[in-house]
C-alpha cells in the first residue's frame, strides 16, 4: 500500500483516564475515497477514538498521520483546518436559523459589514447540488424533515472545507428511506473525493455501505476487514466476543381478550394541537403489539396519555378493563401497568439514589418495604438482591447509585423492577435504544417471555428490525394517525417505510409488490 | 468508579477542604494587609472557646444556624433554593413574641408549646406561598422568596410598631413562662444567651434524619429533588412534594427564628435588615452537605466563626473591615465547596470515564 | 501594641476636619490632606491637656463604647460618639489605650460586644442608640458592679446613666432655617426607623417650619432602616423630583445616600439650587462638591460632648448613677450650624433658639402633639 492514499493513519493510539485505558493500542487506517466503519458494542471506545481525532481529547500515547504528515490535532480548530469535520448524533443545529445560516454560522460572509445573505445561499445551494444534497437553503430547521436536517449538517462540514468526514451514528433518527437517501450521499460524498469514517453498530447498514471495517472491543482494536468478504454473522461476533444469535426466537402468540382497549382517543401536545387524532387500538393478552413510526408522530403522547403523564383530551384508555382515563399515574400503575421508558436516564431512574431504593421507585410506599410511612430498609435491600440476581443485573454492590451502572444495566434493572411487578400490560418505549447486541437480546427475549405468560407487551421502537423481530402486530403511526395495523409476518421493511411515510396500506402495498415484481423480473432476465 | 468508602471519605474531605483553603485564604489577605494571621486566629478561637460566656454565644447562634441550615437543606433537597429563609426567620420570630406577649399567664410548657408551634406554622405558610406558586405557575422561587423576604421585613416592622407596642420600636420583654432560657445553662456558661433552644435543636437534627432516610416522604422529596421526571414516572407528585419541603424548609426557619426570639432576645426590635442569620444558614447547608449532623457541626463552625470574629479588632489589631473579609472570605470557599467537588469531579471523571457509543 | 484601626484614623481625620471647621475662624487655613487634620487635632489634645496639668497620664480611667449597627464610621450618631471619646483621652492626655469602641453588625453582637469590654475592665462602656436598651439593660443587672451608659434612652438603674437629647429644639431650628431658605414652598424629611427618637427630629422639624410659613409643604419619609445609603437616595429623589428643594435627615448611614442623591443631582444641573440639612454632626463636609457646599446646615447632637462630660463627672464627682442627663439648647448638648445659612436666615434661626430659651416657643416632641 502506498503511504500516500492513506489520509488518516492513527499509530498505537492508547488514552488512559487515571489506570482506566479508554483506547489500548488502536490502529487505524483511513484510505483516500474509501468509507470505513468503525464498529463497537457501547462503551468499547469508538468515541474516545473519534474524539481524539477531532481535537477534543488528546492521546496518551500514539501518532496521528494525516495525509502522510505527522500532526498533533490538540484542538477541534486544529482538525477543521486539517479537513476533519465530525457530522454528530445529535445535530447542532439552531432550530430558529434557516439552513444557509446555520451552515455559515461562525463564518459568515459580510458585505459592507452586514450579512450577506444572498451570496450566501448560493454558496449553499451550490454545495448542495455538488453533492446531490437536496436541501433548501432558505427553508427553517424547525420546519424540515429530520433527513434534512441531518444533510443540512452535512452541508456545514462541508462548507467548513472538511475533506474527510466522521459521521458518527447517523442512521438512529432516519426512516428507511431516508437511510437509503443517506447511503447515496455517503456514495456520492466518496465519488467526489472525499473520505469517510461511519461510526455505528448497525450490521447491515455496514454490508450495505462501506468498505472497510475495524472492529473495537474494550478498547482494543481487533481486526480490520474488507466488508464485502465479511459476513453479518463474523462481525457481530467480532464486535461482541461470542457468538451471537439474531433471530429473535419466539413462539407464535397466542392472543386473549384485550388488556388496553383505547378508543377515540385525541391527546393535545404542549403547544396545544393534536399529537394523537381520535385513534383506537386494541392491546391484547399475551401478544406483543409494536408501534412503529418515525420519532415525533404521536407516538411518545400516545404513551404519555396511557401512562397518565399526560391529560386525554378526549376519549378512553381501559386497562384490564378498568377505566383509567386521567387517572394518576399511580393509580395506573396499581392497576397493572409497566412502564419502561423512552429515556432509562431522565423518567426510568433517579440516578444518584442507590440502586435498591431505585428497584423500589413505585412501590416504596407499600408493604412490605414501608410500614405507616416509615421505610424497611431491610426489604428494600432484600428485594433490590434479589431483582439484581434474577435478571443479572451487573454490579458489585446494590448500594451504589444508579448512575454507576453502565447503560445496558441500567436498562436490566428497570427491565426488572416493572416485570417484577407482574404488570398485565408493559409498556417498552426504545427498550434497547443505545444498548449493544447482547443486551438487545437479552431484554428482547425478556419481553416476549412476558408476552408467553400471558400479558400484554406494546413495544414503541423507531427501529425497524426490533419492531418486525419482535412484535406480532404493528400498528403505524403517522401525523398522530394509525395508519395501519399489519401483522408482523406478513410485512416487510419496505412496506413499514412507506407507511411510516405516510402512504396508506393499499398502496404501500401495490408498490411493495410491484417493486418485487420488477425485482424478480430482473433476476429472472439476469438468469 | 468510586467505592462506597471513597465516596465517603471525599463527602467528608471535601467540606473540610473548604474550611482550610478559607482559613488560608483568610490568613493571606490578614497578610498582604499586614496583619498577623496567626494571632488573629488565636485571638478568634482563644476567645471563643477559652470562655465559657463566648463559646455559650457561638454554640447560641449555632443553635439558630442549625434551624436555618436544615431549613434551607430541606428544600435543596427537593431541587428548591430557599432563599426567604431569612424572612421565615423572621416571621416566626415575631409571631413568637407576639403569642408569647398575648397568652403571658399560660403556664410555660404551654406557653412555650404554643410560641413555638405557632411560629413554625407562620414560617411553613410564608415559604409554603412560594412552593405553590412554583408548584402550580412555576414561578421562580429565587425571586418569589426575596420578595417574600422584604415583605416580612416591612410586615414585621410594621407589626411591631403599631401592633404588638405602641408606636415604640421594641416590643415589651416576653415573660419567663415564654422564655426558652434555663438557668443551669446560663449558669454554665457564666451568663450567655444559650437556651433550651440547643435541645430542641438537637432533636430536631435526630427527627431531619429519621425524616430523609426513614420515611416514605422523605423518600419522595428526595426523589422529586434528583429527578423530578423520574419520580412523576413513578407515581409521585411533583408538585406536593415541592409544597411539602418549602412547607418543612419554612417551618424550620419559623422555628430557628422563635427560638431567636425566645431564646436569644426574648423581644423582637424594628429590624433594618433582614436577620443574617438566614443567609448564613444556606452556607451552613452547603458545607454541610445536606447532611443533618454534618449541618449541626458546620453551624458550630459558624457560631465561633460569627462570635470569634469579634475579637479580632481588639485582641489581634486587624480591623472590623478585615475581620469581616476574613470571615466572609472563609464563609466564601466553604459555599464554593462546589469548586473543591468539582476539582475532584473532574480528577474523578478522568480516571474512570468511559467513552463510546451514545 | 495597639495598631492603628482603620476606622478610627478616619474618625479621627474626618472629626478633625470638622472640629476645624466648626471653629470658624480656623476653617480658613485648613488645609485638606488627612495628615495635617490629624495634627491639628493633637494640637488641639496638647493645648487642652497643658491646660490640664502635664501630670494626667497617671489618671486610670478608661471608657469603651459598643455601637449599633450602623457602626463606628457612620459619619453620623455613632461616629459622634467615637470623636467625643477621642476628644476625651486627648483633653487628659491619655493614650488610645483608654478608649475603645466595639463595633456591631447584628443586634445579636451587642451582648458579646457587651461582654468583651467588661472583660477588659472599662470604667463605663456606653451603649450607642436605643437599640441598645435591652442590652444594656441585661448586662447592667448580671454587672451591678460595672457602670454603663446609654444615649438616647432611659435606663433607671444605679449603675447606668442614660443620656438623652432634645433634639427636637435642635431639629426646630433647622425647620425655621428650611423655611426661611426654600424657593418651592416644599421640604422634605426622612426619618431612619421611626419611633419615639426619630419622632422628637420630625416633629421638631415640622414645628419650626410651620413656625415660619403654614403653608410651606414638608413630605415626610422613613427609610426603615438606619444603614441602607441606597433606600436614603431613593427617597430623596423622590423628594427632589417632586420640588422639595431642601431635604433633611435623621436617618444615620442612610443619610449618606441623600449627600449622594444631591451631589449627582448638582453635577448634571449646577444651576439647580437644592440643599441638604445634616445631622447629629456637622455634616459640611458631606456636602462639598465641584462648585461649592450644599450641606445647608446640619443640626448637632452633642453625642460626643455628652460621653465626654459624663466621663468628666464621673472622674469628678463620681459616678452619675441613675441619673438621665437631657442636652438641650440650653444645655449646648444641641446645635445648629451656621453653615451655608444666609444672614437673614440666621437671624430668624438666631430668635428662634432665643424664643426657645425663653420658653416662648414649645416645642413638640411627637408628631401627634403637633
Not at chain 3, 415660619?212 to 427632589?240: H, L, P, R
Request: charged share 25%; aromatic share 8%.
Amino acid at each position: 500500500m502506498s503511504e500516500t492514499n492513506k489520509v488518516i493513519e492513527m499509530k498505537g493510539i492508547t488514552k488512559k483516564f487515571g489506570n482506566f485505558k479508554a483506547n489500548d493500542n488502536i490502529h487505524l487506517d483511513l484510505k483516500k475515497g474509501e468509507i470505513h466503519a468503525l464498529l463497537g458494542e457501547n462503551g468499547a471506545g469508538k468515541s474516545t477514538l473519534m474524539n481524539i481525532l477531532s481535537g477534543l481529547l488528546e492521546p496518551t500515547e500514539g501518532e496521528i498521520w494525516v495525509n502522510g504528515e505527522k500532526v498533533s490535532i490538540s484542538s477541534p480548530d486544529v482538525a477543521n483546518q486539517l479537513g476533519i469535520g465530525m457530522v454528530h448524533q445529535h445535530f447542532m443545529l439552531v432550530d430558529k436559523f434557516t439552513v444557509t445560516e446555520n451552515i455559515i454560522l461562525g463564518k459568515e460572509k459580510h458585505k459592507f459589514g452586514f450579512m450577506d445573505q444572498a451570496t450566501s445561499q448560493k454558496d449553499v445551494k451550490e454545495l448542495s447540488d455538488q453533492y446531490g444534497l437536496r436541501v433548501d437553503p432558505k427553508a427553517r430547521i424547525s420546519d424540515i424533515s429530520v433527513g434534512m436536517q441531518q444533510r443540512a449538517e452535512i452541508l456545514k462540514t462541508l462548507y467548513r472545507g472538511a475533506d474527510i468526514l466522521i459521521f458518527d451514528e447517523p442512521t438512529g433518527v432516519l426512516t428507511p428511506q431516508e437511510i437509503e437517501e443517506l447511503m447515496e450521499i455517503m456514495n456520492a460524498l466518496v465519488k467526489e473525493g472525499k473520505s469517510i469514517i461511519l461510526i455505528t453498530h448497525k450490521l447491515d447498514e455496514i454490508k450495505k455501505v462501506a468498505d472497510r471495517c475495524t472492529v473495537i472491543r474494550r478498547g482494543k482494536s481487533i481486526d480490520t476487514v474488507d466488508v464485502a468478504t465479511t459476513s453479518q454473522q463474523e462481525l457481530a461476533d467480532m464486535m461482541v466476543g461470542r457468538s451471537v444469535s439474531f433471530k429473535v426466537d419466539k413462539k407464535p402468540a397466542d392472543p386473549k381478550e384485550p388488556v388496553l382497549e383505547i378508543k377515540n382517543l385525541t391527546v393535545k401536545e404542549a403547544r396545544g394541537y393534536d399529537a394523537v387524532k381520535a385513534i383506537d387500538l386494541d392491546v391484547k393478552a399475551g401478544e406483543i403489539l409494536g408501534i412503529a413510526g418515525v420519532d415525533g408522530n404521536g407516538q411518545s403522547e400516545l404513551i404519555q396519555a396511557i401512562t397518565g403523564l399526560t391529560k386525554v383530551d378526549s376519549g378512553s384508555i381501559k386497562l384490564d378493563g378498568k377505566d383509567i382515563t386521567n387517572k394518576k399515574p399511580r393509580k395506573i400503575t396499581e392497576t397493572g401497568l409497566g412502564h419502561i421508558p423512552e429515556d432509562r436516564q431522565r423518567y426510568g431512574l433517579v440516578l444518584q439514589m442507590k440502586l435498591e431504593e431505585n428497584m423500589s421507585l413505585q412501590t416504596y410506599y407499600q408493604k412490605p418495604f414501608s410500614n405507616h410511612g416509615f421505610l424497611n430498609h431491610k426489604e428494600i435491600k432484600e428485594h433490590a438482591k434479589q431483582l439484581i440476581e434474577e435478571f443479572d443485573v451487573r454490579t458489585s454492590s446494590e448500594e451504589n447509585t444508579a448512575s454507576s451502572l453502565s447503560g445496558g444495566n441500567q436498562q436490566k434493572a428497570i427491565i426488572a423492577r416493572e416485570i417484577y411487578r407482574n404488570p398485565a400490560l408493559l409498556i417498552a418505549a426504545q427498550p434497547t435504544r443505545g444498548l449493544d447486541v447482547g443486551a438487545i437480546e437479552y431484554i428482547h427475549k425478556r419481553l416476549i417471555e412476558q408476552r408467553d405468560h400471558g400479558k400484554g407487551v406494546l413495544l414503541m421502537s423507531y427501529e425497524l428490525d426490533e419492531v418486525m423481530n419482535v412484535s406480532d402486530r404493528i400498528a403505524v403511526m403517522y401525523d398522530g394517525n394509525i395508519i395501519a395495523i399489519v401483522n408482523a409476518d406478513e410485512t416487510n421493511e419496505k412496506e413499514l417505510g412507506l407507511l411510516m411515510a405516510g402512504v396508506p396500506l393499499e398502496k404501500a402495498h401495490e408498490q411493495v409488490t410491484e417493486t418485487e415484481g420488477k425485482e424478480r423480473e430482473t433476476v429472472a432476465n439476469e438468469k | 468508579m468510586l467505592t462506597k468508602n471513597n465516596e465517603k471519605l471525599y463527602n467528608f474531605l471535601v467540606p473540610i477542604l473548604s474550611i482550610v483553603l478559607g482559613f488560608i485564604f483568610g490568613a493571606i489577605l490578614m497578610l498582604f494587609f499586614g496583619y498577623n494571621p496567626i494571632l488573629a486566629y488565636q485571638a478568634m478561637f482563644n476567645g471563643v472557646l477559652a470562655n465559657p460566656f463566648f463559646f455559650g454565644e457561638a454554640m447560641r447562634q449555632a443553635t439558630v444556624l442549625t434551624f436555618t441550615g436544615l431549613g434551607f437543606a430541606i428544600a435543596f433537597k427537593a431541587g428548591f433554593f430557599n432563599i426567604g429563609v431569612a424572612g421565615q426567620v423572621l416571621v416566626g420570630w415575631v409571631t413568637s413574641i407576639w403569642v408569647a406577649l398575648a397568652f403571658p399567664d399560660l403556664p410555660r410548657i404551654l406557653l412555650l408549646t404554643l410560641s413555638l408551634t405557632a411560629a413554625l406554622l407562620v414560617g411553613a405558610v410564608w415559604a409554603g406561598i412560594a412552593g405553590v406558586l412554583r408548584a402550580y405557575f412555576g414561578t421562580n422561587e429565587v425571586i418569589v422568596t426575596i420578595m417574600l423576604n422584604y415583605i416580612a421585613l416591612y410586615l414585621t416592622n410594621y407589626l411591631i410598631r403599631n401592633v404588638i407596642s405602641t408606636g415604640g420600636n421594641t416590643t415589651e420583654r416576653v415573660g419567663p413562662n415564654a422564655s426558652l432560657r434555663v438557668d443551669w445553662l446560663t449558669q454554665l456558661t457564666q451568663g450567655s444567651r444559650l437556651n433550651a433552644g440547643l435541645f430542641i435543636a438537637i432533636i430536631v437534627v435526630a427527627l431531619y434524619w429519621v425524616f430523609m432516610t426513614q420515611t416514605t416522604a422523605g423518600f419522595e422529596v428526595r426523589a422529586v429533588g434528583l429527578n423530578r421526571f423520574a419520580s412523576t414516572y413513578a407515581g409521585m407528585s411533583a408538585p406536593r412534594n415541592i409544597i411539602l419541603s418549602m412547607f418543612l424548609s419554612g417551618a424550620l426557619a419559623g422555628l430557628g427564628g422563635a427560638i431567636h426570639g425566645l431564646g436569644t432576645f426574648g423581644n423582637i426590635f424594628t429590624q433594618s435588615g433582614l436577620p443574617g442569620v438566614g443567609f448564613n444558614g444556606i452556607a451552613v447547608a452547603l458545607l454541610g452537605l445536606g447532611n443533618p449532623v454534618g449541618i449541626f457541626f458546620s453551624a458550630i463552625l459558624f457560631g465561633v466563626l460569627d462570635v470569634g470574629s469579634g475579637f479580632l479588632p481588639n485582641r489581634a489589631g486587624v480591623p472590623d473591615e478585615m475581620a469581616e473579609i476574613v470571615i466572609a472570605a472563609i464563609i466564601f470557599f466553604v459555599g464554593a465547596n462546589y469548586l473543591i467537588r468539582f476539582l475532584f469531579e473532574k480528577v474523578k471523571t478522568k480516571k474512570t470515564a468511559t467513552e463510546g457509543g451514545e | 501594641m495597639t495598631m492603628l484601626k482603620l476606622r478610627a484614623m478616619l474618625a479621627l481625620g474626618t472629626s478633625a476636619f470638622v472640629l476645624a471647621a466648626c471653629q470658624g475662624e480656623d476653617a480658613g487655613d485648613t488645609t485638606e490632606t488627612i495628615e495635617d487634620d490629624t495634627e491639628e487635632t493633637t494640637d488641639n489634645g496638647e493645648d487642652t491637656a497643658e491646660e490640664n496639668g502635664e501630670d494626667t497620664e497617671d489618671i486610670d480611667f478608661s471608657i469603651a463604647m459598643i455601637t449599633d449597627e450602623g457602626g463606628v464610621d457612620d459619619r453620623s450618631f455613632n461616629q459622634s460618639a467615637w470623636e467625643g471619646m477621642n476628644e476625651w483621652a486627648d483633653s487628659h492626655g491619655l493614650s488610645n489605650d483608654h478608649i475603645n469602641y466595639y463595633q456591631s453588625d447584628d443586634a445579636q453582637d451587642f451582648i458579646p460586644n457587651l461582654n468583651q469590654a467588661i472583660a477588659e475592665d472599662y470604667d463605663i462602656i456606653y451603649g450607642i442608640g436605643f437599640a441598645l436598651l435591652d442590652a444594656i439593660s441585661d448586662v447592667a443587672e448580671q454587672n451591678p458592679d460595672m457602670q454603663f451608659g446609654i444615649v438616647d434612652e432611659i435606663v433607671e438603674m444605679d449603675n447606668v446613666v442614660s443620656l438623652t437629647f432634645r433634639d427636637h429644639e435642635a431639629a426646630f431650628l433647622a425647620g425655621v432655617a428650611a423655611a426661611e431658605t426654600t424657593e418651592t414652598g416644599r421640604v422634605g424629611f426622612i426619618g431612619g426607623i421611626s419611633g419615639t427618637v426619630i419622632d422628637r427630629f420630625e416633629a421638631g422639624f415640622r414645628a419650626g417650619v410651620a413656625h415660619v410659613d403654614e403653608d410651606i409643604t414638608v413630605d415626610i419619609d422613613y427609610a426603615g432602616s438606619f444603614t441602607d445609603a441606597s433606600i436614603g437616595q431613593q427617597i430623596a429623589a423622590v423628594m427632589y423630583s417632586n420640588g422639595a428643594d431642601i431635604v433633611y435627615h435623621a436617618a444615620g448611614a442612610v443619610g449618606n445616600g441623600v449627600f449622594t442623591e444631591a451631589r449627582n443631582r448638582l453635577e448634571s444641573d449646577p444651576d439647580d439650587e437644592i440643599w441638604v440639612i445634616g445631622v447629629d454632626r456637622d455634616q459640611e463636609e458631606e456636602g462639598n462638591w465641584d462648585d461649592g457646599n450644599f450641606t445647608l446646615t446640619s443640626t448637632l447632637k452633642g453625642v460626643g460632648a455628652s460621653i465626654e462630660s459624663s466621663a468628666n463627672l464621673a472622674m469628678d464627682e463620681g459616678f452619675p448613677g441613675g441619673e438621665n442627663i437631657a442636652y438641650g439648647l440650653e444645655e449646648e448638648g444641641v446645635d445648629l450650624t451656621r453653615g451655608n445659612l444666609s444672614d437673614e436666615v440666621w437671624d430668624a434661626v438666631e430668635e428662634a433658639r432665643q424664643g426657645i430659651l425663653d420658653g416662648d416657643i414649645t416645642v413638640p416632641e411627637a408628631p401627634d402633639e403637633l
